[in-house]
Structures are given as C-alpha cells and as structure tokens.
C-alpha cells in the first residue's frame, strides 16, 4: 500500500486515484490501493481506476450526450480515449510518447526547446480508424504531447512567459487551451487538503491505515469547504475563508451531543408523496442563536426546545435542543426554534427537517397538529438570567465601596466646615 512516487509532493504515502470537478475541485470519488509493481494487472488500478469512477460518476449513456474528462500522462493512453469513447465521454490529456499506439512522427527529437522552433509549434497526426483521435505535439519551453478525443483544431494564441518576466503570445490549438483550462482540479484538491490545515499531515502514525482515515476525513472537509464556497459565490457573498470555515466547523462539533448521531443511524424510509425536499423562502431560513454561555471553560451556544419535535414526542420529558430558531415567523424575543436534522421517527418514511415540516407540511405552524403528549406549544420570550453567586459578590463590593466613599466626602466635608470656623474667628481675634 505504502509506495515512494518521486514526483509528488509528499514521497511517500498511499496511492489514491481521484476524480475531481475540474471547475471546482470537489472530489466525486476516489479509489485507493494500487500495487507497487511497476506493470500490474490489477483493475482496481490505473486506466481501469478510471474508467470504473467515471461509470459511478457519470449517468448512464445517451445518444447525443457527451462528456469530457481530462486526464494526466500517466492514465491516457489511446486505449482509454476508444474506450471511453464507447461511453460517450471525450478524454484530453498529456500523454507518455512510450504509450503503445501513439505516433513515432509525432514524438519530439529533442528534451528542451531548440533556438531554430519557434515556439508554439504544432504537429498534429489524426487515427484513421476514428479521425477526431488526434495526438499532437506543441513546443513550449518543452515539448508537450497531448492525446484528443474530442477537441477543435483551431489554432489560438495563448499568452506565455519568457525568462525575466516578459510576456509573449504563441499560437496554440484549441484543444491544448481547453487541456491548460481544467487541467487542475486535482491539483486543486491536493492543495486544499495537503498544504493547509491537514489532519493527516499534522499527526503522525505508526499504522498506515489510521493515516489513511485522517486522509479521508480531510478529504470530506475540502468538500464540504467547496460547498460552501460555492453556495456563498450563488448567493453573491464575499468569497468564504478557508481558516474562518474551519473555525466555526470546530465550534459546531464541539456542540454535538450522543443525540445527534443516534438520529444520524435511523435511516428514513421512502418519502411521501408530495413531500419531497424543496427550497423555502429566503426569509424563512435559519437563523443561529446569537448569544453564548460558557460550561467551565467550553464556550457554547444555548439549547432550546424545537416545536416540532415538541408536539410530535411519544411521551413525556423527551427533549431535541436546537440552537437554531426562524427569524420570519419569531414575533421579537418570541421565538420560534427548529431543528436542522431529519428526524424519521415523526412521521413514517419522513425526509423533511424540521424546519421543513414547519414551513411546508405545516404551513409556517398555521396547521400544526394538537401534540401527542402535553398541551399545546407556546410562544415564550427569553428567561430572566439567573444571578451567579459571583454577581452577588460584585454587587456587595460595590455597594461597600459606594459606602466608603460617602463616609470620604462627609469627612472631608467636616474637615472644611472645621476650617472655615478657625478662619472666622481668627479674623475676629485679629479685628
């Protein structure tokens, strides 16, 4: 499992073979354990990794839909691109020139680029068997060998950099722009998870496979942190931080309790008819309570009562806290808090949140049912704050120095009372 790839980053460590959005970066799914041999069989491994992410990946194939999947030297190969190809997806990527099928005429003679080549020179070959197959050869500052399935030929130009910073544009084809384009959703990906903020490379293990389990769980915050950027993009809000999203991930977990994961377990039967998952109103989003309390020296946010899990309990005393409340339907303090979990024990084969069952199955609470247990909800503000044993304390302090300073100023009052009357009968003593 354990292998030394000279070429990345980290040297040693576990093969994964990833696929990745090329736009955002988000990791659809990986595939690990490739064998250390330098030619093996296995189909777990190399071009067959790819071609089994890409079928759990892709939809099921139609005619006159396409897909296109960028690939690096390592997997493309001419094989793969006919092979995809059956499966409607087009493959653009970087190609060894040792790979079998690929054109002797098209292979540079030499490792650098020549002075007598300008640069952006391009030969190209096409398959006669499928002529959009094209292998091409584009010298930039070395030569680069791209194999194309589906590209355009049509040359371009591309802005490129010379030694001490100058700037020029060299004619390109169109199908090396789109490889340069979305070549780096991998790249992305490694970077988000490897060079900031890793679990898997801040501790460090004896046993291989607790390094891989902190791997994947880095791999699942990068995605959730894609998520997020994406949605604070749609929603036309500044980009997200990388360091601040891990923060408040840091806080939110550290207020689960046992609770949450046991709701987690119970998997929901099929949803309702009708009553599938959709999108509320902005204004009825949810809001987090904004106030904390600190429990000895862990800062939280306080729980309160969902309505909904309050009118749909079975008996007596059971409680689901939520922090998180609906602004829109609050009336001031009143406030109206929901959970933001599926709990499938409400209603058979649910699916909706909490929140969602308010709104929608609900109708904003204008038809909530009676609940089973107890009376009717109610509408309460926030409760008085209770005084601490240390506020009491304080308070007796300042009282007794409020006590002290009111004997200060009658003294001194005294005192200049007393020196009036000297002064007085001094000047009668002197008249």
Request: hydrophobic share 35%; charged share 25%.
């Amino acid at each position: 499992m354990r292998q030394f790839l000279k070429d990345k980053p980290h040297k040693w460590g576990t093969k994964f073979f990833m696929t990745c959005c090329a736009e955002t970066a988000y990791c659809l799914r990986e595939l690990g354990g490739e064998s250390p041999t330098k030619f093996s069989a296995d189909p777990n491994s190399g071009p067959a990794a790819v071609v089994r992410n890409l079928h759990e990946v892709l939809p099921a194939p139609q005619d006159g839909v396409f897909h296109a999947v960028v690939t690096d030297r390592f997997y493309t190969s001419v094989q793969l691109a006919l092979q995809l190809l059956s499966r409607n997806v087009y493959t653009v990527g970087t190609i060894q020139t040792n790979k079998q099928g690929f054109p002797p005429a098209i292979k540079a003679e030499y490792e650098n680029h020549p002075p007598h080549i300008p640069r952006g020179t391009t030969r190209m070959a096409a398959a006669k068997c499928y002529p959009p197959l094209t292998a091409l050869l584009w010298w930039d500052r070395k030569p680069v060998h791209l194999l194309c399935s589906g590209g355009s030929k049509v040359l371009q130009s591309c802005e490129r950099r010379l030694r001490g910073g100058r700037k020029v544009v060299v004619p390109c084809p169109a199908m090396m722009r789109d490889y340069q384009r979305w070549m780096e959703g991998v790249d992305i990906h490694d970077q988000l998870r490897l060079q900031r903020y890793s679990l898997q490379m801040a501790v460090v293990f004896r046993k291989y496979y607790k390094t891989i389990f902190l791997g994947l769980v880095d791999m699942a915050i990068v995605n959730a942190y894609i998520v997020y950027r994406e949605a604070q993009k749609q929603r036309g809000e500044p980009p997200a931080d990388h360091a601040k999203f891990l923060r408040v991930l840091q806080a939110q977990m550290l207020e689960l309790t046992p609770a949450d994961f046991t709701d987690a377990m119970m998997s929901p039967g099929p949803p309702a008819q009708g009553e599938r998952m959709r999108a509320l109103p902005a204004e009825h989003k949810l809001t987090e309570f904004p106030d904390w309390q600190y429990v000895g020296v862990i800062r939280k946010r306080p729980q309160h009562q969902c309505k909904v899990c309050s009118i749909r309990k079975q008996k007596k005393g059971e409680r689901c806290a939520t922090r998180f409340f609906c602004e829109a339907c609050s009336d001031g303090n009143k406030r109206v808090y929901l959970c933001d979990r599926v709990r499938p024990g409400h209603y058979p084969g649910n699916t909706l949140t909490c929140h969602q069952i308010w709104h929608v199955k609900w109708n904003n609470g204008q038809n909530r049912p009676r609940p089973l247990v107890g009376r009717d909800i109610q509408m309460r503000g926030l409760g008085k704050k209770r005084r601490r044993a240390s506020d009491a304390e304080e308070e007796e302090d300042a009282v007794e120095e409020q006590e002290d300073m009111a004997e200060e100023q009658e003294d001194a009052a005294e005192d200049a009372e007393g020196a009036e009357d000297d002064a007085g009968e001094d000047a009668t003593q002197g008249a």
